[in-house]
């Protein structure tokens, strides 16, 4: 049974990426996972300098779902790269590193610091934080700003870049079909909706930013919906992603055209979701008699209902 | 190290209408628990309430021959997933993970153990209690709540031989008011000389009042803190504090992992 996928010149031992924003550096939850075993682990964003982001409350919960603004808290990429990277490489984790800017000039600035370091696999490119002003969501809503900002890391690493996109523009293929024109060896999606929850009794926000990201169970039909339309359009892989929480959940990705999943908010509710997921994934192979997992990948029946 | 366990509810014992005691069936847990720290807890598969919520380790349960085999937790009815940890019957499973966060640092005799707690905030106190008893510090619980019925576990604390200062808002046992007016009346009263150690736990307008009357007497204080979380594990960075760092500078610290007690001293409060 072959769980292998390829991502550019990445191959994953398995298609389950931990979100980023969701595991935080990783190592948090080494004690309790084992990072080898999972496909790989996107990283929380780094911008070049440390980052507090957004006063508490962060999140709040919705039906089945939740929202946040955290506000790319960070530690930076440099101490990420002391402190952090040594011992995901010692643990034996793929690392996907999710990198953040301001400008142009900071994205790639932050990618070429990664490119030097040993030890990393991939470069997400966070354009679509929608909770910071700065937080790359000018150049995640703007097919000319994707274009830019992918064409300039391009120029600084050969690590596999992955342009991670929101769902909050008309039309998201057009966004991966932009990035894919830059030269990006996938792309990921969906980032988080823009939502809003009120106390009614004080007509006050409930989280500290006013809006916030909605991920969940609750944003998945829409996010599998917006992986089927870019799997129309591009030839590259796509990592899809939104409100993830069993087999069943990521094998309907991939059948939309996902050839890699990545599951965050779940991970919250159950740590230990990672195995369950991969046992999951075996057992439907074995149900339906697959040998290698990449071969559902973009595999919907578009035959009528008869 | 935390572990996750499908935990078999074998009690749920109500308090109050709000309140309830509920005894999970945990025993690495419960072997491994220090005071103060906490667990995330969802009763129920459903994805709505979708998120696990943090509670402290209220008691540590032992079976015949004194092994560690459950854990029970305190809890009020304030939304959804407390509902559900209200209305749990024995049998029901609830997913457990812990123990997790920073404990409580135990002080030794002859320094004074002065213990705050407001309303549900006395979750952590138990068995903070029974270490301190067990290195023979004097203890003192300031307990204020809302109303007498809503005092619990008082000849628990008795029975270990801690001395006990309450307060109601409604004056209907002990004081009438706050906790933090006969805390600060004693703190007042004591010679700066004699070592006190102050635990608080409560309502954040509580913890912050306690943290301030700490620091104008110079007694040191740790607070436990509650955040709105989403993990447990430092993961989503949602439970923050601000903190003055060791570099003297702001910083937003994860209270699920530098905490849940924290020192009151280093949290800018305003």
């Not at chain 1, 990035?179 to 823009?194: I, K, P």
């Not at chain 1, 500290?208 to 799997?231: D, K, Q, T, W």
């Amino acid at each position: 049974m072959d769980l292998s996928v390829q991502i550019g010149s990445l191959t994953l031992k398995n298609p389950l990426i931990a979100a980023s924003g969701c595991f935080g550096y990783g190592v948090e939850y080494a004690d309790l996972v084992d990072l080898s075993s999972l496909g790989g682990v996107a990283v929380k964003g780094l911008f070049l300098a440390e980052r507090e982001g957004h006063p508490a409350p962060r999140i709040v919960e919705t039906p089945a779902g939740m929202l946040n603004a955290i506000g790319l808290q960070g530690i930076g990429v440099r101490r990420f790269v002391d402190e952090k990277l040594p011992e995901l490489r010692a643990r034996g984790a793929t690392v996907i590193v999710n990198v953040c800017g301001t400008t142009v000039e900071e994205y790639a600035e932050v990618s070429r610091i990664l490119s030097d370091a040993e030890g990393v696999d991939a470069i997400e490119l966070n354009i679509s934080c929608p909770n910071i002003k700065e937080g790359g969501i000018q150049f995640g809503c703007s097919l000319a700003g994707t274009h830019n900002v992918v064409s300039a890391v391009r120029k600084v690493t050969r690590l596999p870049l992955i342009p991670k996109l929101t769902p909050n523009v008309t039309d998201v293929a057009s966004f991966a079909q932009a990035s894919e024109d830059a030269g990006a060896d996938a792309v990921s999606l969906v980032n988080t909706f823009l939502a809003m929850v009120l106390d009614v009794e004080t007509r006050r926000p409930k989280i500290s930013n006013g809006m916030g990201g909605l991920s969940g169970p609750a944003i998945r039909p829409i996010a599998v919906r917006m992986v089927y339309e870019c799997r129309q359009t591009v030839k590259i892989p796509i990592i899809g992603m939104g409100g993830i929480v069993d087999a069943r959940d990521a094998l309907e990705f991939m059948i939309a055209g996902a050839t890699a999943v990545q599951v965050g908010t779940a991970n919250f509710v159950d740590p230990l979701i990672w195995g369950k997921i991969l046992d999951g994934i075996r057992a439907y192979m074995e149900r339906h008699q697959i040998a290698k997992i990449a071969d559902i990948v973009g595999t919907v029946n578009d035959h009528a209902h008869s | 190290m935390p572990v996750d366990v499908a935990a078999e509810v074998i009690a749920n014992r109500p308090l109050s209408a709000d309140y309830n005691v509920l005894a999970l069936s945990a025993p690495a847990i419960a072997a491994s628990s220090q005071p103060g720290q906490f667990v995330m807890v969802k009763v129920g598969a459903s994805l709505d309430p979708l998120l696990r919520r943090p509670f402290s380790v209220f008691e540590v349960l032992r079976s015949s021959d004194g092994t560690p085999n459950a854990i029970t937790l305190l809890s009020k009815r304030i939304g959804p997933s407390t509902s559900l940890m209200y209305d749990a019957r024995p049998g029901d499973i609830a997913a457990c993970l812990g123990p997790l966060g920073r404990p409580f640092s135990i002080v030794d005799a002859p320094t004074e153990a002065w213990m705050v707690a407001g309303g549900v905030g006395l979750a952590p106190f138990a068995t903070l209690a029974e270490a301190l008893r067990a290195r023979n510090v004097k203890t003192t619980l300031f307990y204020g709540a809302r109303r007498a019925d809503e005092l619990f576990y008082l000849d628990f604390f008795r029975g270990l031989g801690v001395e006990l200062v309450l307060t109601t808002e409604d004056g209907g046992a002990g004081e009438r008011g706050r906790i933090v007016t006969p805390l600060e009346r004693q703190l007042a009263g004591r010679t700066a000389g004699a070592p006190i150690m102050l635990y608080a736990c409560g309502p954040e307008g509580m913890l912050a009042a306690t943290a301030k009357t700490a620091a104008k007497y110079s007694r040191p204080c740790q607070v436990s803190v509650e955040r709105i979380m989403g993990c447990g594990m430092g993961g989503c960075y949602s439970c923050v504090v601000p903190m003055r760092g060791d570099d003297g500078k702001f910083h937003h610290v994860r209270s699920c992992m530098a905490g849940p007690v924290l020192a009151a001293d280093q949290i800018l409060w305003d």
